[in-house]
């Protein structure tokens, strides 16, 4: 089991900065993937980012540029930095992780953390 606790989220003017954050505990050793996702309201939920155990990162085209991913193994915390915000990344945040133990493959999600931005 894998347990997944999002914060940083809150309300920001567009042109504004947050950073997310993803702290993981519980099975962490067998996490290979890590990544963000968000769900605006009345929208399907959609990947943001994602970052491989070597640091291999993939980013959506509507974010590329303006977030950024990123890891520290030692503090077992996920973070996406968000730059340049726009009203269209008004959405709840979600981490997401991908583990792998005993031959089979889990993925757990975090409860979100919401992020507001206003033009």
């Known amino acids: 089991q894998v347990q997944l606790v999002e914060s940083g989220g809150g309300f920001v003017q567009a042109g504004g900065s947050l950073r997310l954050s993803c702290a993981a505990s519980?099975?962490?050793?067998?996490?290979?993937?890590m990544g963000w996702y968000r769900q605006a309201p009345g929208e399907q939920r959609e990947l943001v980012a994602t970052?491989?155990?070597?640091?291999?990162?993939n980013y959506a085209d509507s974010v590329k540029g303006r977030f950024t991913i990123s890891r520290d193994n030692a503090k077992n915390t996920m973070y996406l930095q968000m730059n340049s915000l726009k009203p269209e990344d008004t959405a709840v945040y979600y981490c997401?992780?991908?583990?792998?133990?005993?031959?089979?493959?889990?993925?757990?999600w975090g409860r979100g953390t919401q992020v507001t931005v206003s033009s």
């Open positions: 997401k992780v991908h583990s792998s133990m005993r031959g089979f493959e889990y993925a757990y």
């Open positions: 970052i491989t155990r070597d640091g291999s990162t």
């Open positions: 519980g099975d962490i050793f067998s996490i290979y993937s």
